[in-house]
């Protein structure tokens, strides 16, 4: 992923929590101490449905190897963008969406509502923005 400082929604930018960086190492079926990372981190991103600006929290997720030593390598490691984030939530201003639960839906929105609010700013606490297609 390459990290630009303009928003350009056309470019399917996240925005992520830095600090939330988590996976874990698996032998791989060769051994020899082969293994992958499966790491996720958490993100947000603005997406256009049928014509309508919508606010979303979810995560990235890669395997990878080397494991990477912080979230900023993670991010640069990540070059497969084809699934982009997994969403688990999202807000049209208007209703929610995802399948969480209640107290869940409320953190959601907690972030989505002023996301939403103040669009194309990144949200407190994230950094923005990461996208997986090469700069102009």
Known sequence: MIREDRFLISRKPYAVDLNSLRGSRTETPQG??????AGRIDAVWFRRRNGVTVACIGELWDLQHPEPADARQ?????????????????????????????????????????????????????DGWWTFQAGR
């Open 74 to 126: 993670f991010l640069e490691q990540h070059e497969d963008g084809r699934y982009g984030g997994d969403c688990h939530g999202r807000w049209d201003g208007t209703s929610y969406w995802g399948n969480v639960t209640l107290e869940q839906q409320e953190r959601h929105l907690a972030i989505l509502r002023p996301m939403l609010a103040n669009y194309p700013q990144v949200p407190p606490s994230f």
């Open 32 to 37: 020899r101490n082969d293994y992958y990372f």
